[in-house]
């Protein structure tokens, strides 16, 4: 079957504009801070022995996810798909760091809002603890004065 060239370079070109639709995937290997938007939650998720129900026994996990206001993808990580979108992100917050208190009484505060997270270190989930696709350390958290 002949196919114009001129067919060929337009089908190439509709695919490629549905791939970048969605963006550049975030690069965790970046040495740039990670910054999101979204809603901040602290849902509890069923951890051990069965990762299935806290009610039949599983000991509850609570989590800090920052639901964020529109899919993305990532690759750098040999369990992120960067032909997967998502829209959740786990947020960590390191223990040893001097500002760790500080961070954790400003997500406290914060659950519920729309806020901006700075993160660094980013990774792909790969156990039962890890909640959304993305899990980052947090870095800075604030209310997202947008309005939005």
């Not at 829209?87 to 500002?99: F, I, P």
């Not at 208190?101 to 659950?111: C, E």
């Given at each position: 079957?002949?196919?114009s060239?001129?067919?060929?370079?337009?089908?190439?070109?509709?695919?490629?504009?549905?791939?970048?639709?969605?963006?550049?995937?975030?690069?965790?290997?970046?040495?740039q801070?990670?910054?999101?938007k979204?809603?901040?939650?602290?849902?509890?998720?069923p951890?051990?022995?069965?990762?299935?129900?806290?009610?039949?026994?599983?000991?509850?996990?609570?989590?800090?996810?920052?639901?964020?206001?529109?899919?993305?993808?990532?690759?750098?990580n040999?369990f992120?798909?960067?032909?997967?979108?998502f829209?959740?992100?786990?947020?960590?917050?390191?223990?040893?760091?001097?500002?760790s208190?500080?961070?954790?009484?400003?997500?406290?505060?914060?659950?519920g809002?729309?806020?901006?997270v700075?993160?660094?270190?980013?990774f792909?989930?790969?156990?039962?603890?890890?909640?959304?696709?993305?899990?980052?350390?947090?870095?800075?958290?604030?209310a997202?004065?947008?309005?939005?």
């Open positions: 079957m002949f196919q060239p001129l067919i060929v370079a337009a089908i190439y070109a509709l695919i490629d504009l549905g791939a970048n639709a969605r963006g550049v995937c975030l690069d965790v290997r970046e040495s801070p990670l910054t999101f979204g809603s901040l939650s602290r849902p509890v998720f951890g051990p022995p069965n990762y299935e129900d806290v009610k039949k026994g599983d000991k509850p996990e609570r989590a800090y996810i920052i639901k964020l206001d529109g899919p993305i993808c990532a690759t750098g040999e992120l798909d960067s032909s997967q979108t829209d959740t992100v786990q947020l960590l917050v390191d223990d040893s760091a001097k500002d208190r500080a961070l954790n009484a400003s997500l406290t505060q914060l659950i809002k729309r806020v901006e700075t993160g660094k270190s980013g792909g989930a790969q156990t039962g603890h890890h909640h959304a696709p993305l899990l980052v350390t947090v870095v800075k958290i604030a997202d004065g947008t309005g939005r």
